[in-house]
């Protein structure tokens, strides 16, 4: 068994805004687990840094204004094909993101106002019955929660 985990969350320079959001609490979580790191977007090849993006009215539309709900969707596309093969029972990924969040995403406005709701990626894990949590939550998460992960 294995857990994906957001790259940014493990020290990856892979934010939109050239940045990380390296989390110890997670890495120190993961450290005897196997994982699988992935960021949809850098595998899609989007620079690092790029335009902030969030979900207007169900479109990934980056802070100029412009659609880019296609890339993102590729993006997510090609991370669900790399890990197709996979036998992943728990992703970890980060806060808020249009692509990875979980439990909320920014609403559309670019003025850090918060909605609930899931990202691209985070949706398409949980449709394929794959448990999905917040890095937030991960001192929180309890095995007795996911009995398939009791084991690891």
């Known amino acids: 068994m294995k857990i994906l985990v957001s790259a940014c969350i ?5 934010k939109y805004n050239g940045k990380n959001n390296k989390n110890l609490a997670v890495i120190n979580y993961l450290k005897d687990k196997e994982i699988i790191c992935i960021c949809p977007e850098q595998l899609a090849g989007m620079a690092t840094p790029r335009p902030c993006a ?3 009215n169900g479109v990934v539309t980056d802070e ?3 659609d880019v709900d296609l890339e993102y969707k590729r993006a997510v596309s090609m991370a669900l094909s790399q890990i197709q093969h996979e036998d992943i029972e728990l992703a970890i990924l980060q806060s808020r993101s249009p692509t990875c969040g979980v439990n909320q995403i920014y609403d559309g406005s670019f003025t850090g106002k918060l909605i609930s709701g899931m990202g691209l990626f985070a949706k398409a894990l949980k449709e394929r019955g ?4 917040d890095v937030e939550e991960v001192e929180n998460f309890n095995l007795l929660d996911c009995p398939q992960l009791q084991s690891i």
């Open 64 to 66: 100029n204004g412009n």
């Open 10 to 14: 493990m020290g990856v320079d892979c």
């Open 130 to 133: 794959i448990k999905v949590i």
């Open 54 to 56: 969030e979900i207007v």
